[in-house]
């Protein structure tokens, strides 16, 4: 018996029989997400199965077929709303730097993520089903914008302006492709960006 079969205890399979169908929904996409990164689709329900810490089986009492699984858990690596909670959250105390270093770590967090599934799962972009849809890019840049608004006179441009700059030089240079394996750290992406923007003292 191998060491996941030997998880099962009778306590586990209680606490499951517990969750809801939304909740166990939940459960094993959360698991899906890293083995994508790591297998790609060739990932196995026994696999997840054995990271969620449930029978193999289970899994298609909520899903029908793994692959609607693994296309959920794509669809819930690439949803933003996580992301932009992140950044609402964001310490505003500190320097103009300070808070751009915080928001290029996080942007990064989430693109080597979606980089590393895109990669593992061989797709150059998102499945048009799965790319986020509504406001949330909206309420992200708001909040971006609010957060660097007390500094607005340090700098020679707008506040949009350094977000816009910003925004693509975190891309390019997180990018390894783009990059050319030459990936930029976020203190040097802020560097270059404040360099170019920031008044002369």
Avoid at 2 to 30: F, I, N, W
Avoid at 80 to 109: C, I
Wanted: proline residues 4%; hydrophobic residues 45%; negative net charge.
């Amino acid at each position: 018996m191998s060491e996941c079969s030997l998880s099962y205890s009778g306590e586990m399979s209680a606490r499951a029989r517990a969750l809801t169908p939304q909740d166990r929904r939940d459960s094993l996409v959360a698991a899906t997400v890293p083995l994508l990164r790591e297998h790609g689709r060739d990932v196995t329900t026994r696999q997840i199965a054995c990271a969620a810490g449930v029978a193999e089986g289970t899994i298609f009492r909520v899903f029908a077929t793994k692959e609607e699984l693994v296309d959920a858990a794509i669809c819930a690596a690439l949803d933003p709303e996580a992301y932009v909670v992140a950044v609402a959250a964001v310490d505003r105390t500190g320097s103009l730097e300070d808070l751009l270093l915080r928001l290029t770590r996080l942007a990064q967090v989430r693109l080597r993520g979606i980089f590393e599934l895109m990669a593992a799962i061989g797709m150059v972009g998102p499945p048009e089903h799965a790319r986020p849809h509504g406001e949330w890019y909206a309420r992200l840049t708001h909040v971006q914008e609010e957060l660097l608004a007390p500094h607005a006179d340090e700098l020679r441009v707008p506040v949009a302006e350094v977000l816009h700059v910003l925004r693509l030089l975190t891309f390019a240079g997180t990018h390894s492709h783009i990059a050319k394996g030459r990936e930029l750290t976020a203190e040097q992406i802020v560097d270059l960006v404040l360099n170019g923007t920031r008044k002369a003292p």
